[in-house]
């Protein structure tokens, strides 16, 4: 074992990149272009061994896929332990195997896998959100979820026999108080908190950007302000990407991002169009160039960010551009 500590270390040796695939109840560990390949448990006790074995091999970088929170507490451990360690989106990993060939799919070869595609793209590094930033989280999810399950509901309502209506009105009337208590819930969390109610005050001094918009920025989108334009853009899933080939020049599409976000920032463009003057404006010109109306709407929702990021950056509140 101390020859290949003294390996790693060798100034010779390529950087160290490690995969690991999260399970419920074990994490599969692979390090890149090595035959190096075990097996812990997914627990505390897990957690220590695997820091135990990688600190002294000081590696560039972890990677983790990001599925169902279970790779939330391993995480968070090497990240505390000061290794370098970050969950990427699990779509990503698998598009990157299938353009590399590969099909089959287990824990172990997805490890490698993981561990490949940290060599490759080398993807940032970025801090884990803090306890109370989760739990806002939490709480937005959930109220989330009651939309859902109310929309589905009033749904089947539409089609359903007149014998089942009291029992689905019954269901209506529970999640619908539920959804109210979720408000009230996330209301009071965000104002015991003096740095959020700040925030939440510039957010919703842009008209359109209401207390459900802001909350989900306050909580998904806590780069505001520490980011570039262009950046603040791809976080939010904004960011135009070409299809061009050749003398063709395609539509550009979004893709991406933080789907919440962009769901916010979507009813807060649609709430603009009667009370944010500017927005609707920019909206009028384009659609007044030719452009289709969704176009004109992504092209408002990628500007709103920008002008949040601006005014969280500069401390400022809504100050409406002179025509």
């Given at each position: 074992?101390g ?7 060798s100034?010779?040796v ?11 109840s ?17 627990s505390?006790d ?7 074995r ?34 990427v ?33 080398k ?13 806002l ?24 026999h007149?014998s089942?209506l ?10 619908s ?14 104002h ?11 957010l919703?001094?842009?008209?359109g950007?209401?207390k459900?918009?802001a ?16 950046e ?15 003398a063709?020049?395609g ?38 160039r030719g452009?289709k ?7 408002a ?7 949040l ?11 409406p551009?002179k025509p």
């Amino acid at each position: 074992m101390g020859a290949v500590v003294i390996q790693i270390q060798s100034s010779s040796v390529s950087p160290l990149f490690v995969g690991i695939d999260v399970s419920g109840s074990f994490l599969d560990i692979a390090f890149h272009e090595s035959s190096e390949l075990f097996r812990l448990a997914n627990s505390p006790d897990g957690f220590a061994q695997l820091i135990h074995r990688l600190l002294p091999l000081n590696p560039q970088l972890i990677v983790l896929e990001a599925t169902g929170k279970l790779e939330r507490a391993v995480l968070e451990a090497l990240c505390q332990a000061g290794l370098p360690a970050v969950a990427v989106n699990p779509k990503r990993v698998r598009d990157f195997a299938r353009s590399a060939g590969v099909r089959a799919k287990t824990d172990r070869i997805d490890a490698r896998l993981i561990a490949r595609y940290g060599a490759t793209i080398k993807p940032e590094v970025r801090p884990l959100n803090d306890e109370q930033t989760q739990q806002l989280q939490a709480l937005i999810l959930r109220r989330a979820q009651l939309i859902e399950m109310l929309t589905a509901e009033q749904n089947r309502r539409k089609r359903a026999h007149k014998s089942a209506l009291p029992s689905i009105d019954e269901f209506i009337r529970f999640i619908s108080q539920r959804i109210k208590d979720a408000d009230r819930d996330i209301d009071a969390f965000l104002h015991a908190n003096d740095l959020w109610r700040k925030t939440e005050a510039v957010l919703r001094s842009v008209p359109g950007i209401g207390k459900g918009a802001a909350a989900v920025l306050i909580a998904f989108l806590p780069e505001l302000g520490t980011l570039n334009a262009r950046e603040i853009a791809s976080l939010a899933g904004l960011a135009p990407f070409n299809s061009d080939s050749g003398a063709h020049c395609g539509q550009r599409h979004v893709s991406g991002g933080r789907p919440i976000v962009r769901r916010a920032l979507y009813m807060a463009c649609v709430a603009a169009q009667r009370s944010n003057a500017h927005i609707k404006a920019f909206c009028d010109r384009l659609r007044a160039r030719g452009k289709k109306t969704k176009v004109a709407f992504v092209a408002a929702m990628r500007k709103m960010p920008t002008q949040l990021n601006a005014m969280m950056r500069d401390g400022t509140t809504w100050n409406p551009p002179k025509p």
